[in-house]
């Protein structure tokens, strides 16, 4: 364990030059390669000519990334952002961004302002570090290198091999959903023949809440459920719910509006305990199929075929009840429609649960890393 007596208490601004970026729009760039660090976690777009050196820290300064650390080996423009630039007798820049890493989601909850949200540095500057010699800085920020090298490399190697997984579950599902058109206990039905679609009603984003009634609103049917939901990240109050469209147990819910083609139709069974409001971008499928099968049928590849030509809209693609009805669907018994949904149920689980399977690993790996930094990083101060 490493001697931390030595290492000194001092706020950010003490040793560090937090400097505001000069902003610039795409249009005021010129053609060339250095990046504009603005709000985001990336690059905002491109420019010729640079504002800060190679090897410095920035900080997000606005947007839903405000307070994002990063660290640029190479020339940058700094936007909507600041940079942190440490006294070279004091601090190496690559230590202070593994510091600043280390807090990463203290400088987020640093967030002020009402529709777009904003980290300010006068109040990182404030934060309060201990900061050891030189000597030490170094062989910290070599040693998290090493880890950090070894670390995305393993990472790498689980992902490939959760891509891999994903491209064989798409196989085995397209395999499962595949029908002949004579095969015997099997019928070819329109969705119209097997259910009947209702346009949820007009829940705004800026009426839902934390707290109060579930409701599911555009993007949340693909974004942040697999093929099933039990629970909702939004909420909207007594009165909004009392005139809303709802699904209940075993409806699916449809995005029908996207702005690609690829994400129009995807579904999601609800299978929560009580009902869930639906907003207008999408809609509830009320039938009788079972609807883990329902769901992957509206998933697969065979599905997304058929639903192309069907899909209008320039920049904002849609459709609309009436097409969602012409579509087919395939219908074996019900009997074989759950052993179907459950395999490709216990499938998706290994690629998306964080719980199990390879997204576990991933996880595992990242939480390792971080406790590995916080132990180099930090110590309990002892009383004078």
């Known amino acids: 364990m490493m001697d931390k007596s030595s290492w000194k208490s001092m706020t950010l601004a003490e040793f560090c030059e937090i400097r505001r970026g000069e902003t610039i729009t795409k249009a005021q760039t010129s053609e060339g390669a250095v990046p504009v660090i603005a709000g985001g976690q990336k690059p905002a777009y491109y420019h010729a000519e640079s504002n800060r050196e190679s090897g410095t ?13 990063s660290f640029w080996n190479e020339p940058i423009w700094v936007s909507d952002a600041f940079s942190v630039v440490p006294d070279r007798e004091v601090a190496t820049p690559k230590f202070i961004y593994y510091l600043l890493r280390n807090v990463q989601e203290a400088i987020y909850a640093l967030k002020s302002g009402g529709g777009v949200p904003h980290v300010y540095g006068k109040e990182v500057g404030r934060m309060v570090f201990l900061v050891p010699p030189l000597n030490e800085q170094k062989e910290i920020v070599r040693m998290l290198d090493s880890f950090t090298e070894l670390e995305a490399e393993l990472e ?47 829940i705004q984003k800026n009426v839902l809440a934390s707290s109060g009634k579930p409701v599911i609103h555009y993007g949340q049917v693909f974004t942040h459920y697999g093929a099933w939901a039990t629970q909702t990240k939004s909420k909207i109050d007594e009165g909004l719910w009392a005139s809303a469209r709802k699904a209940f147990q075993g409806d699916l819910v449809l995005a029908t509006t996207s702005e690609n083609v690829e ?36 998933q697969s590849t065979h599905f997304s ?22 579509l087919p669907i395939a219908v ?22 964080h719980s199990i399977g390879l997204p576990a690993e991933i996880a595992a790996r990242r939480k390792q890393y971080e406790f590995y930094r916080n132990q180099l990083l930090s110590f309990e101060e002892t009383p004078a």
């Open 57 to 69: 820290v920035v900080v997000a300064g606005s947007g839903a990334y405000a307070g994002f650390v």
């Open 156 to 202: 790498a190697e689980l992902e490939a091999e959760l891509e891999a997984r994903r491209k064989q579950y798409e196989h085995y599902r397209n395999q499962l959903l595949t029908f002949a058109p004579d095969q015997g206990g099997v019928r070819w039905l329109t969705l119209a023949n097997v259910g009947s679609f209702i346009r949820g009603n007009g």
């Open 263 to 298: 994400d129009v139709c995807k579904a999601v069974a609800w299978l929560g305990d009580e009902a869930a409001a639906v907003s207008s971008d999408a809609m509830i499928f009320k039938h009788d199929l079972d609807p883990l099968y329902a769901t992957y049928w509206f």
């Open 305 to 326: 075929a058929f639903k192309q030509s069907l899909v209008t809209g320039t920049k904002v693609k849609r459709i609309s009840a009436e097409a969602l009805g012409r």
């Open 332 to 353: 074996p018994s019900l009997d074989e429609q759950r052993v179907i949904g459950r395999q490709l149920q216990t499938f998706e689980s290994l690629l998306v649960d």
